[in-house]
Protein backbone atom coordinates (compact mmCIF):
# COMPACT_ATOMS: atom_id res chain seq x y z
CA UNK A 1 0.00 0.00 0.00
CA UNK A 2 1.55 3.37 -0.59
CA UNK A 3 2.35 5.39 2.44
CA UNK A 4 1.58 9.29 2.18
CA UNK A 5 4.73 11.79 2.34
CA UNK A 6 4.86 14.75 5.02
CA UNK A 7 6.15 16.84 2.88
CA UNK A 8 5.06 20.43 1.87
CA UNK A 9 3.68 21.31 -0.53
CA UNK A 10 1.06 18.87 -0.17
CA UNK A 11 0.28 17.91 -4.13
CA UNK A 12 3.98 17.29 -4.57
CA UNK A 13 4.03 13.69 -6.06
CA UNK A 14 6.60 10.93 -4.34
CA UNK A 15 5.77 7.36 -6.08
CA UNK A 16 6.65 5.19 -4.11
CA UNK A 17 7.73 6.77 -0.77
CA UNK A 18 8.97 5.21 2.66
CA UNK A 19 9.10 6.95 5.70
CA UNK A 20 12.00 7.55 8.10
CA UNK A 21 13.09 4.44 10.22
CA UNK A 22 15.22 6.42 12.49
CA UNK A 23 14.42 9.50 14.38
CA UNK A 24 15.72 13.16 14.13
CA UNK A 25 18.12 12.59 17.57
CA UNK A 26 19.26 9.17 15.73
CA UNK A 27 20.23 10.99 12.47
CA UNK A 28 21.79 14.04 14.74
CA UNK A 29 23.51 10.83 16.68
CA UNK A 30 25.67 9.56 14.17
CA UNK A 31 26.08 12.54 12.44
CA UNK A 32 27.64 13.96 15.62
CA UNK A 33 29.74 11.04 16.07
CA UNK A 34 31.36 11.15 12.63
CA UNK A 35 31.64 14.93 12.97
CA UNK A 36 33.47 14.55 16.04
CA UNK A 37 35.43 11.59 14.99
CA UNK A 38 36.87 13.97 11.89
CA UNK A 39 37.93 16.45 14.07
CA UNK A 40 39.80 14.64 16.88
CA UNK A 41 41.61 13.16 13.72
CA UNK A 42 42.63 16.12 12.28
CA UNK A 43 43.52 17.34 15.28
CA UNK A 44 45.84 14.67 15.95
CA UNK A 45 47.37 14.95 12.35
CA UNK A 46 47.78 18.54 12.86
CA UNK A 47 49.67 18.23 15.60
CA UNK A 48 52.60 16.50 14.12
CA UNK A 49 53.46 19.76 12.24
CA UNK A 50 54.66 22.09 15.49
CA UNK A 51 54.51 25.11 13.13
CA UNK A 52 50.70 25.46 12.83
CA UNK A 53 49.25 27.80 14.41
CA UNK A 54 46.08 26.48 16.59
CA UNK A 55 43.92 28.66 14.49
CA UNK A 56 45.52 27.13 11.50
CA UNK A 57 44.53 23.85 13.24
CA UNK A 58 40.92 24.49 14.22
CA UNK A 59 40.52 25.70 10.64
CA UNK A 60 41.99 22.09 9.25
CA UNK A 61 39.43 20.62 11.45
CA UNK A 62 36.76 22.25 9.72
CA UNK A 63 37.91 21.66 6.35
CA UNK A 64 38.09 18.16 7.26
CA UNK A 65 34.44 18.01 8.69
CA UNK A 66 33.18 19.81 5.98
CA UNK A 67 35.02 18.18 2.91
CA UNK A 68 33.94 15.06 4.27
CA UNK A 69 29.99 16.22 5.08
CA UNK A 70 30.15 17.58 0.52
CA UNK A 71 31.80 14.40 -0.24
CA UNK A 72 29.71 11.72 1.39
CA UNK A 73 26.25 12.99 2.82
CA UNK A 74 26.03 15.94 -0.67
CA UNK A 75 27.77 13.27 -2.76
CA UNK A 76 25.30 10.40 -2.09
CA UNK A 77 22.02 12.94 -2.60
CA UNK A 78 23.74 14.30 -5.83
CA UNK A 79 23.37 10.58 -7.29
CA UNK A 80 20.29 9.25 -5.68
CA UNK A 81 17.23 10.27 -7.14
CA UNK A 82 15.22 8.23 -5.46
CA UNK A 83 16.68 7.92 -2.18
CA UNK A 84 12.96 8.58 -0.75
CA UNK A 85 12.34 5.18 -1.39
CA UNK A 86 15.08 3.52 0.59
CA UNK A 87 13.49 0.56 2.05
CA UNK A 88 15.96 -0.17 4.81
CA UNK A 89 17.27 2.58 7.12
CA UNK A 90 20.41 3.50 5.59
CA UNK A 91 21.90 6.35 7.35
CA UNK A 92 22.38 8.66 4.19
CA UNK A 93 19.03 8.67 2.78
CA UNK A 94 17.45 8.66 6.10
CA UNK A 95 19.27 12.38 6.62
CA UNK A 96 17.85 13.18 2.81
CA UNK A 97 14.36 12.05 4.34
CA UNK A 98 14.62 14.31 6.86
CA UNK A 99 16.24 16.94 5.71
CA UNK A 100 13.29 17.24 2.89
CA UNK A 101 10.77 17.98 6.04
CA UNK A 102 12.59 21.19 6.24
CA UNK A 103 13.11 22.32 2.35
CA UNK A 104 11.05 19.42 0.12
CA UNK A 105 12.86 20.79 -2.96
CA UNK A 106 15.53 17.94 -1.87
CA UNK A 107 12.89 15.40 -2.70
CA UNK A 108 11.35 16.94 -5.48
CA UNK A 109 15.02 17.03 -7.08
CA UNK A 110 14.31 20.54 -7.75
CA UNK A 111 17.08 21.40 -10.49
CA UNK A 112 18.78 24.20 -9.12
CA UNK A 113 19.54 22.04 -5.58
CA UNK A 114 20.97 19.27 -7.81
CA UNK A 115 23.05 21.67 -9.21
CA UNK A 116 24.27 23.37 -6.28
CA UNK A 117 24.60 19.88 -4.55
CA UNK A 118 26.43 18.50 -7.33
CA UNK A 119 28.78 21.35 -7.46
CA UNK A 120 29.41 21.20 -3.78
CA UNK A 121 30.30 17.14 -3.72
CA UNK A 122 31.97 17.28 -6.80
CA UNK A 123 34.04 19.81 -6.55
CA UNK A 124 34.25 21.39 -3.25
CA UNK A 125 34.24 18.17 -1.53
CA UNK A 126 37.74 17.22 -2.65
CA UNK A 127 39.23 20.68 -2.56
CA UNK A 128 38.38 20.99 1.04
CA UNK A 129 40.02 18.11 2.09
CA UNK A 130 42.61 19.33 -0.08
CA UNK A 131 43.16 22.43 2.38
CA UNK A 132 43.59 20.72 4.85
CA UNK A 133 46.86 19.29 3.22
CA UNK A 134 47.79 23.14 1.83
CA UNK A 135 47.97 24.32 5.46
CA UNK A 136 49.77 21.14 6.67
CA UNK A 137 52.18 21.43 4.00
CA UNK A 138 52.06 24.82 3.99
CA UNK A 139 51.41 24.91 0.36
CA UNK A 140 51.78 28.59 -1.62
CA UNK A 141 48.04 28.08 -2.52
CA UNK A 142 47.16 27.29 0.92
CA UNK A 143 45.05 30.28 1.13
CA UNK A 144 44.37 30.61 -1.98
CA UNK A 145 42.17 27.68 -2.58
CA UNK A 146 41.05 27.75 1.19
CA UNK A 147 39.21 31.64 -0.70
CA UNK A 148 38.17 29.44 -3.69
CA UNK A 149 36.08 26.41 -1.54
CA UNK A 150 35.11 29.53 0.79
CA UNK A 151 33.59 31.58 -2.28
CA UNK A 152 32.33 28.08 -3.74
CA UNK A 153 30.49 27.52 -0.65
CA UNK A 154 28.76 30.98 0.03
CA UNK A 155 27.61 31.58 -4.24
CA UNK A 156 26.13 28.01 -3.32
CA UNK A 157 24.46 29.45 -0.04
CA UNK A 158 23.38 32.46 -2.06
CA UNK A 159 21.51 30.63 -4.83
CA UNK A 160 20.07 28.25 -2.19
CA UNK A 161 18.28 30.95 -0.18
CA UNK A 162 17.50 32.92 -3.30
CA UNK A 163 16.07 30.78 -5.78
CA UNK A 164 13.94 29.61 -2.47
CA UNK A 165 12.90 33.09 -2.03
CA UNK A 166 11.82 33.39 -5.38
CA UNK A 167 9.87 29.91 -5.64
CA UNK A 168 7.45 31.58 -2.54
CA UNK A 169 9.28 29.66 0.02
CA UNK A 170 6.71 26.99 0.56
CA UNK A 171 8.63 23.68 1.43
CA UNK A 172 8.95 23.37 5.04
CA UNK A 173 6.41 20.81 6.97
CA UNK A 174 6.21 23.47 9.96
CA UNK A 175 8.01 26.77 10.93
CA UNK A 176 10.31 24.65 13.46
CA UNK A 177 11.35 22.65 10.68
CA UNK A 178 12.16 25.81 8.44
CA UNK A 179 14.16 27.04 11.34
CA UNK A 180 16.22 24.42 12.14
CA UNK A 181 16.94 22.65 9.10
CA UNK A 182 16.58 25.78 6.58
CA UNK A 183 17.76 28.15 8.79
CA UNK A 184 19.48 26.61 10.87
CA UNK A 185 21.56 24.10 9.65
CA UNK A 186 22.45 25.82 6.81
CA UNK A 187 23.77 29.40 8.53
CA UNK A 188 27.26 27.81 10.05
CA UNK A 189 28.12 27.86 6.07
CA UNK A 190 27.09 31.90 5.57
CA UNK A 191 29.19 32.28 8.98
CA UNK A 192 32.23 30.29 8.55
CA UNK A 193 33.01 30.54 4.76
CA UNK A 194 33.02 34.13 5.36
CA UNK A 195 35.25 34.18 8.40
CA UNK A 196 37.60 32.26 6.60
CA UNK A 197 37.30 33.60 3.15
CA UNK A 198 38.33 37.36 5.16
CA UNK A 199 41.54 35.77 6.53
CA UNK A 200 42.74 34.18 3.39
CA UNK A 201 42.34 37.01 1.66
CA UNK A 202 44.41 39.71 4.18
CA UNK A 203 47.11 36.65 4.20
CA UNK A 204 47.26 36.95 0.42
CA UNK A 205 47.26 40.69 0.63
CA UNK A 206 50.31 40.65 3.35
CA UNK A 207 52.22 38.28 1.60
CA UNK A 208 51.79 40.21 -1.70
CA UNK A 209 52.51 43.37 -0.19
CA UNK A 210 55.87 41.63 1.27
CA UNK A 211 56.72 40.08 -1.88
CA UNK A 212 56.34 43.66 -3.43
CA UNK A 213 58.15 45.34 -1.16
CA UNK A 214 61.27 42.47 -1.60
CA UNK A 215 61.04 42.95 -5.25
CA UNK A 216 61.77 47.03 -4.77
CA UNK A 217 64.55 46.18 -2.82
CA UNK A 218 65.81 44.07 -5.01
CA UNK A 219 65.91 46.83 -7.83
CA UNK A 220 66.96 49.84 -5.73
CA UNK A 221 70.20 47.41 -4.48
CA UNK B 1 -5.03 42.16 -29.75
CA UNK B 2 -2.58 39.60 -27.97
CA UNK B 3 0.37 38.67 -29.87
CA UNK B 4 1.55 34.85 -29.88
CA UNK B 5 5.29 34.44 -28.34
CA UNK B 6 7.70 33.45 -30.43
CA UNK B 7 9.22 31.45 -27.81
CA UNK B 8 9.96 27.53 -26.90
CA UNK B 9 8.12 25.96 -25.10
CA UNK B 10 4.75 27.05 -26.85
CA UNK B 11 2.79 26.49 -23.87
CA UNK B 12 4.98 29.20 -22.03
CA UNK B 13 2.19 31.69 -20.74
CA UNK B 14 3.67 35.24 -21.29
CA UNK B 15 0.92 37.85 -20.84
CA UNK B 16 1.43 40.91 -23.00
CA UNK B 17 4.29 40.57 -24.93
CA UNK B 18 5.39 42.67 -27.33
CA UNK B 19 7.57 41.12 -30.51
CA UNK B 20 11.34 42.60 -30.93
CA UNK B 21 11.61 46.07 -32.53
CA UNK B 22 14.81 45.74 -33.38
CA UNK B 23 16.59 43.29 -35.83
CA UNK B 24 19.47 41.08 -34.08
CA UNK B 25 21.96 42.69 -36.40
CA UNK B 26 20.71 46.14 -34.84
CA UNK B 27 21.10 44.69 -31.66
CA UNK B 28 24.45 43.53 -31.90
CA UNK B 29 25.92 46.67 -33.88
CA UNK B 30 24.88 48.40 -30.77
CA UNK B 31 26.16 46.10 -27.80
CA UNK B 32 29.47 45.89 -30.00
CA UNK B 33 29.92 49.78 -30.57
CA UNK B 34 29.45 50.06 -26.75
CA UNK B 35 31.38 47.41 -25.90
CA UNK B 36 34.18 48.93 -28.55
CA UNK B 37 33.87 52.44 -26.74
CA UNK B 38 34.61 50.96 -23.18
CA UNK B 39 37.65 48.88 -24.15
CA UNK B 40 39.45 51.84 -26.21
CA UNK B 41 38.27 54.10 -22.84
CA UNK B 42 39.89 51.40 -20.88
CA UNK B 43 43.03 51.35 -23.04
CA UNK B 44 43.55 55.16 -23.22
CA UNK B 45 43.31 55.47 -19.24
CA UNK B 46 45.16 52.24 -18.53
CA UNK B 47 48.06 53.65 -21.00
CA UNK B 48 48.51 56.58 -17.87
CA UNK B 49 50.30 53.54 -15.96
CA UNK B 50 53.60 52.75 -17.63
CA UNK B 51 54.12 49.49 -15.36
CA UNK B 52 51.73 47.55 -16.42
CA UNK B 53 52.49 44.98 -18.74
CA UNK B 54 50.41 44.58 -22.29
CA UNK B 55 48.70 41.84 -20.98
CA UNK B 56 47.34 43.62 -18.10
CA UNK B 57 46.26 46.49 -19.67
CA UNK B 58 43.76 43.98 -22.44
CA UNK B 59 42.59 42.23 -19.16
CA UNK B 60 42.08 45.58 -17.61
CA UNK B 61 40.35 46.43 -20.63
CA UNK B 62 37.91 42.93 -20.44
CA UNK B 63 37.17 43.60 -16.62
CA UNK B 64 35.72 47.17 -17.75
CA UNK B 65 33.45 45.26 -20.47
CA UNK B 66 32.17 42.24 -18.67
CA UNK B 67 31.85 44.80 -15.67
CA UNK B 68 29.85 47.01 -18.07
CA UNK B 69 27.85 44.14 -19.36
CA UNK B 70 26.97 42.64 -15.75
CA UNK B 71 26.43 46.09 -14.40
CA UNK B 72 24.40 47.08 -17.22
CA UNK B 73 22.44 44.40 -19.67
CA UNK B 74 22.33 41.70 -16.53
CA UNK B 75 21.34 44.26 -14.04
CA UNK B 76 18.27 45.43 -16.27
CA UNK B 77 17.53 41.73 -16.99
CA UNK B 78 17.43 41.05 -12.42
CA UNK B 79 14.71 44.37 -12.08
CA UNK B 80 12.83 44.04 -14.90
CA UNK B 81 10.71 41.49 -14.49
CA UNK B 82 8.12 42.41 -17.25
CA UNK B 83 10.82 43.26 -20.12
CA UNK B 84 8.78 41.41 -22.46
CA UNK B 85 5.84 43.87 -21.92
CA UNK B 86 8.08 47.06 -23.30
CA UNK B 87 6.41 48.35 -26.00
CA UNK B 88 9.66 51.17 -27.52
CA UNK B 89 12.12 49.94 -29.02
CA UNK B 90 14.51 50.42 -25.36
CA UNK B 91 17.94 48.59 -26.19
CA UNK B 92 17.99 46.71 -23.10
CA UNK B 93 14.27 45.06 -23.29
CA UNK B 94 15.09 44.60 -26.74
CA UNK B 95 18.34 42.57 -25.81
CA UNK B 96 16.46 39.73 -23.61
CA UNK B 97 13.82 39.58 -25.80
CA UNK B 98 16.09 38.64 -28.62
CA UNK B 99 18.27 36.81 -26.21
CA UNK B 100 15.23 34.69 -24.86
CA UNK B 101 15.18 33.05 -28.30
CA UNK B 102 18.26 30.84 -27.57
CA UNK B 103 16.69 30.89 -23.76
CA UNK B 104 13.34 31.12 -23.00
CA UNK B 105 13.86 30.47 -18.89
CA UNK B 106 14.83 34.25 -19.68
CA UNK B 107 11.75 35.03 -19.91
CA UNK B 108 9.71 32.64 -18.12
CA UNK B 109 11.67 34.08 -15.26
CA UNK B 110 12.72 30.35 -14.15
CA UNK B 111 14.21 31.52 -10.50
CA UNK B 112 17.90 29.42 -11.34
CA UNK B 113 18.62 32.29 -13.95
CA UNK B 114 17.12 35.31 -11.91
CA UNK B 115 19.17 34.51 -8.49
CA UNK B 116 22.60 33.84 -11.13
CA UNK B 117 22.16 36.92 -13.04
CA UNK B 118 20.98 38.93 -9.87
CA UNK B 119 24.79 37.63 -8.02
CA UNK B 120 26.20 38.41 -11.55
CA UNK B 121 24.87 42.05 -11.78
CA UNK B 122 24.92 43.26 -8.36
CA UNK B 123 28.45 41.59 -7.30
CA UNK B 124 30.14 40.82 -9.96
CA UNK B 125 29.62 43.86 -11.92
CA UNK B 126 30.93 46.46 -9.74
CA UNK B 127 33.59 44.18 -8.62
CA UNK B 128 34.91 43.74 -12.21
CA UNK B 129 35.03 47.80 -12.40
CA UNK B 130 36.94 47.64 -9.16
CA UNK B 131 39.38 44.51 -10.42
CA UNK B 132 40.44 47.28 -13.53
CA UNK B 133 41.33 50.21 -10.65
CA UNK B 134 42.92 46.97 -8.66
CA UNK B 135 45.25 46.54 -11.45
CA UNK B 136 45.96 50.00 -12.71
CA UNK B 137 46.93 50.81 -8.86
CA UNK B 138 48.54 47.66 -7.82
CA UNK B 139 47.03 47.11 -5.03
CA UNK B 140 47.78 43.87 -2.93
CA UNK B 141 44.25 42.64 -3.56
CA UNK B 142 44.87 42.96 -7.73
CA UNK B 143 45.20 39.28 -7.73
CA UNK B 144 42.56 38.08 -5.22
CA UNK B 145 39.64 40.35 -6.78
CA UNK B 146 40.27 39.02 -10.05
CA UNK B 147 40.18 35.37 -8.74
CA UNK B 148 37.33 35.56 -6.50
CA UNK B 149 35.53 37.58 -9.60
CA UNK B 150 35.93 34.81 -12.18
CA UNK B 151 35.60 31.61 -10.11
CA UNK B 152 31.35 34.11 -9.15
CA UNK B 153 31.69 33.47 -13.49
CA UNK B 154 32.30 29.92 -13.64
CA UNK B 155 30.18 28.94 -10.76
CA UNK B 156 27.41 30.83 -12.30
CA UNK B 157 27.85 29.33 -15.88
CA UNK B 158 28.19 25.67 -13.84
CA UNK B 159 24.69 26.77 -12.32
CA UNK B 160 23.55 28.02 -15.81
CA UNK B 161 24.30 24.48 -18.12
CA UNK B 162 23.78 22.20 -15.26
CA UNK B 163 20.24 23.84 -14.39
CA UNK B 164 19.17 23.80 -18.36
CA UNK B 165 20.62 20.30 -18.85
CA UNK B 166 18.23 18.87 -15.72
CA UNK B 167 15.50 20.66 -16.74
CA UNK B 168 15.70 18.78 -20.24
CA UNK B 169 16.92 21.43 -22.74
CA UNK B 170 13.69 22.82 -23.90
CA UNK B 171 14.11 26.57 -24.63
CA UNK B 172 15.64 27.35 -27.81
CA UNK B 173 13.94 28.11 -30.79
CA UNK B 174 15.86 26.50 -32.81
CA UNK B 175 19.20 24.07 -33.18
CA UNK B 176 20.34 27.78 -34.61
CA UNK B 177 19.19 29.90 -31.35
CA UNK B 178 20.55 27.16 -29.10
CA UNK B 179 24.26 26.75 -30.44
CA UNK B 180 24.66 30.67 -31.22
CA UNK B 181 22.56 32.41 -28.34
CA UNK B 182 23.12 29.60 -25.73
CA UNK B 183 26.27 28.33 -26.39
CA UNK B 184 28.08 30.65 -28.45
CA UNK B 185 27.08 33.79 -26.13
CA UNK B 186 27.84 32.43 -23.19
CA UNK B 187 31.34 29.89 -23.53
CA UNK B 188 33.31 33.12 -23.34
CA UNK B 189 32.53 33.66 -19.61
CA UNK B 190 33.61 29.84 -18.99
CA UNK B 191 37.01 30.49 -21.43
CA UNK B 192 38.17 33.47 -20.31
CA UNK B 193 37.71 33.48 -16.54
CA UNK B 194 39.68 30.01 -16.56
CA UNK B 195 42.77 31.44 -17.90
CA UNK B 196 42.35 34.98 -15.78
CA UNK B 197 41.87 32.72 -12.60
CA UNK B 198 44.91 30.58 -13.45
CA UNK B 199 47.12 33.34 -13.86
CA UNK B 200 46.19 35.17 -11.35
CA UNK B 201 46.45 31.89 -8.54
CA UNK B 202 49.84 31.05 -10.42
CA UNK B 203 50.44 35.30 -9.48
CA UNK B 204 49.30 34.69 -5.81
CA UNK B 205 51.13 31.60 -5.17
CA UNK B 206 54.53 33.39 -6.58
CA UNK B 207 54.38 36.12 -4.18
CA UNK B 208 53.56 33.97 -1.54
CA UNK B 209 56.55 31.60 -2.18
CA UNK B 210 59.09 34.98 -2.25
CA UNK B 211 57.11 36.53 1.08
CA UNK B 212 57.68 33.26 2.63
CA UNK B 213 61.50 33.26 1.61
CA UNK B 214 61.92 36.71 2.68
CA UNK B 215 60.48 35.77 6.30
CA UNK B 216 63.00 32.81 6.45
CA UNK B 217 66.42 35.16 5.43
CA UNK B 218 65.00 37.45 7.95
CA UNK B 219 65.14 34.98 10.48
CA UNK B 220 68.57 33.08 10.02
CA UNK B 221 70.01 36.52 9.65
New interface residues.
Partial sequence: MAVEHPYVPRDLELHGYVPNFLSILDILVVYAAGSVLSVLLTWVFSGRYPKLSKTDRIIMCWWAFTGLTHFILEGYYTFSPRFYQEKTPFFLAEVWKEYSKGDSRYAARD??I???E??TAVLEGPASLLAVLAIAW?K?????IQ??VC??QL??C??YF??AH??GDNFSMSPWHFWAYYIGANSPWLVIPTLIAARS?RA?????????T??KKGKTL
Fill in positions: PAVTVGINPYNHTLALGYGLVITLQWISRAVSTASTA
